[in-house]
């Protein structure tokens, strides 16, 4: 089957390549029959990447209006407004999405906001990671990532949530930075009894396919494994491309039903195209 929509996608309004406007009719012409836009919001530092509170209001605004457009002219994919919201977020904006928003995207990025005056990302420079944990943590990596998923848990089960973002992103150099090993039992074993603490959370548990398309890794997040883990606990999924590009906006969506159906998910729910926030699909 073909998915048809994305809940997960970036605009100029964050790091985005393209406007709402050119992210629409992207999805159109792919024949979406549903988009969601998950701008980076507002957090409260780093401002490079995510928005101010005064860019959000314009960026909600802006979705809302084209929203509109789409409930009239249902020539176009359904728009929802969603943002992809840091773990790291001050709690009272947090509430305030939760009020304003269709939807969000639960994602983590950061080890902390602040380490010798500057956050530490981990979907950042490796070699950033790797002093954080040879000074913080004696070189111990798997230390270092027990504190990414921790945080990840921890804002999950902090908040309602709708989607699960990027569950394992602290791989995302594993391999290709040689920073640990990710098929090693120690590291497996963190990442599992954090997906099985953050069951209760709710949210669908995306597979993300964006750091593909932005050639960081060959695999979309999270590892097969976790995935049929999520299965077996009765979790619920849906498929991004994390899309930050108009071109990429169903990049490996074929390649991540498939990796679906082999971890045992019959269907898998997408951005609905009515009153109904999300619809399942069978794959
Ligand atoms: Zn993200
Ligand atoms: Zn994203």
């Given amino acids: 089957m073909s998915f048809l929509s994305n ?12 406007t709402p406007e050119e992210m629409l009719a992207a999805a159109k ?5 549903s988009l969601g836009f998950s701008c980076h919001g507002y ?3 780093d401002f490079d990447y995510s928005m101010t509170k005064e860019g959000q209001r314009e960026y909600q605004a802006a979705v809302r209006r084209l929203q509109a457009e789409s409930l009239e002219d249902r020539t176009l994919p359904r728009v929802w407004l969603g943002i992809e919201e840091d773990g790291l977020t001050p709690r009272d ?22 380490y010798e005056g500057e956050p530490v990302y981990v979907d950042g420079l490796p070699e950033r ?5 040879n000074h913080v943590f004696d070189g111990d990596m798997m230390a270092m ?5 921790d945080l990840h848990v921890q804002a999950l089960l902090s908040m309602p949530v709708s989607i699960i973002g990027h569950f394992d992103l602290v791989r995302i150099y594993a391999k290709s930075h040689n920073l640990f090993d990710e098929h090693c039992k120690e590291y497996r074993r963190i990442a599992l009894d954090a997906l099985e603490k953050a069951f209760p959370c709710g949210g669908l548990l995306e597979i993300n396919t964006g750091a593909i398309a932005r050639g960081k890794r060959e695999d979309p997040y999270p590892t097969p494994e976790l995935l049929s883990a999520w299965h077996d606990m009765g979790g619920r999924i849906t498929i991004t491309s994390d899309c930050h590009d108009a071109k990429n906006l169903d990049f490996f969506f074929p390649e991540a039903v498939q990796l679906a159906k082999a971890c045992g998910f019959k269907t898998a729910f997408r951005l609905g195209t009515g009153n109904e926030l999300f619809e399942e699909v069978a794959l």
Wanted: proline share 0%; no cysteine; charged share 20%.
């Fill in 7 to 18: 809940a997960h996608t970036h605009t100029t309004f964050s790091d985005g390549k393209h």
């Fill in 29 to 33: 012409q792919l024949g979406f029959v």
């Fill in 43 to 45: 957090q409260g530092f």
């Fill in 93 to 114: 904006w947090r509430e305030q999405n939760r009020r304003e928003l269709d939807y969000v995207v639960v994602s983590s990025h950061y080890l902390t906001r602040d």
């Fill in 129 to 133: 990671l790797r002093h954080y944990t």
């Fill in 145 to 149: 990532v027990q504190q990414y998923f």
